[in-house]
């Protein structure tokens, strides 16, 4: 891709023999079109200060909105100001604050019969910026097209339900009502804008909030209990790895070696081209005889058998058991046996028999003891 200058003095663009790989922001910008001329000074068009021309228009309506509260005022379009001052004919010592405010009011595209009511003693503004509160401009004109809704239903919702007038325009939010209505709107508005809650929920809390107000049973109690609690629901977002910090040293990374220094190093850079290429072809055998075997690994495992519960173990130490428990019941059963011997034995004793047994005996110890002597 080559760079020329163009007849405007640009830069413009012929195409070489390779293309460049189009990213994320390489689209081509309106801009680029070879047919504009960059460097052309565009003549002023009175059409484009519309504002300016509806504020001749109106200056005299304001003019004598102001005048009946002794406030004089100044359209100076050479410098594109509007001034209020007090005079003597001045009787309120905040009228001149409400007068600040209809010029700051008109400044914003407030309409002139709308403006002019904030003059009255219960009617107060607030000029909510919200410029600020986004980087992103997409996000910041998608979440201002919420805050508006389809048809400009959900700032007819809002306008209703705060009882304020709202008006979106630029990088600003104009309201105008009571001092609560106020709050509420700032609060919408802000929660809009910083993707906290969607205006249709605040929507719904107002709506109830107007239905308990009408039960003068829950006057003095607290309406939190009744109203919705809603919760936001976020998608999990991938968590960024931290990378580890390397130790800092003021010296270069150390040169890593090139392919031919790796050549040399390993004595390839001196070998014919025929080794090389049989050298490749080696490596190549290899790793595909290496691949071939880890293939024929996992497809052998499939039909390789689980192995079994050791059960020769158990039915050893089951026998064991076993045995056991049948020599300590044998061994019950010869002494239940002998005992009942015994027993059967001294029931039927004869006394003729042991009469004569123990006479036997006792001639038998006294030949023992005459022979002895």
Not at 3 to 14: F, I, P, R, S
Not at 108 to 126: E, G, H, T, W
Not at 242 to 271: C, H, N, R, T, V
Not at 329 to 338: I, Q, T
């Amino acid at each position: 891709m080559e760079a020329v200058l163009d007849e405007n003095g640009g830069l413009g663009k012929t195409e070489g023999k390779g293309k460049k790989h189009k990213g994320k922001h390489d689209k081509d910008k309106p801009w680029d079109d070879l047919s504009i001329d960059h460097w052309k000074i565009e003549e002023f068009d009175p059409s484009w200060n519309d504002g300016e021309k509806y504020l001749q228009e109106v200056w005299p309506l304001v003019k004598s909105a102001l005048k009946e509260n002794g406030i004089a005022c100044e359209l100076n379009l050479v410098e594109g100001s509007m001034t209020v001052s007090t005079t003597r004919k001045t009787r309120d010592p905040y009228i001149i604050i409400k007068a600040r405010d209809l010029i700051k009011l008109l400044s914003r595209s407030v309409p002139a019969p709308q403006a002019i009511k904030i003059l009255n003693d219960d009617m107060n503004c607030d000029i909510i910026k919200i410029g600020n509160l986004v980087r992103n401009k997409e996000r910041f004109v998608k979440r201002r097209e919420r805050l508006l809704g389809p048809n400009l239903s959900t700032l007819k919702a809002i306008e209703i339900l705060t009882g304020c007038y709202v008006l979106v325009q630029g990088n600003t939010v104009a309201a105008m009502g009571s001092f609560k209505g106020l709050k509420q709107v700032r609060r919408i508005v802000e929660d809009c804008i910083q993707n906290v809650q969607h205006p249709v929920y605040h929507i719904k809390t107002l709506l109830m909030k107007r239905e308990l107000a009408k039960n003068p049973a829950l006057a003095n109690e607290n309406w939190d209990r009744f109203l919705p609690k809603f919760k936001k629901k976020n998608v999990k977002q991938r968590k960024v790895k931290a990378k580890e910090k390397k130790p800092y040293s003021p010296f270069p990374p150390p040169q890593q070696p090139s392919k031919i220094d790796l050549q040399l190093e390993s004595g390839e850079y001196f070998m014919s081209d025929k080794k090389k290429s049989a050298k490749k072809w080696q490596e190549k055998q290899q790793k595909q005889a290496e691949k071939t075997a880890e293939n024929k690994r996992k497809r052998e495992a499939a039909f390789i058998p689980p192995k079994e519960p050791s059960s020769h173990v158990a039915d050893s130490t089951k026998s064991d058991n076993d045995g056991d428990e049948v020599a300590a019941m044998a061994m019950s059963l010869k002494k239940k046996a002998k005992k009942f011997k015994q027993q059967e034995a001294h029931e039927n004793v004869n006394a003729e028999l042991y009469i004569a047994n123990a006479e036997n005996a006792r001639s038998k110890q006294k030949l023992k003891s005459s022979e002895s002597n």
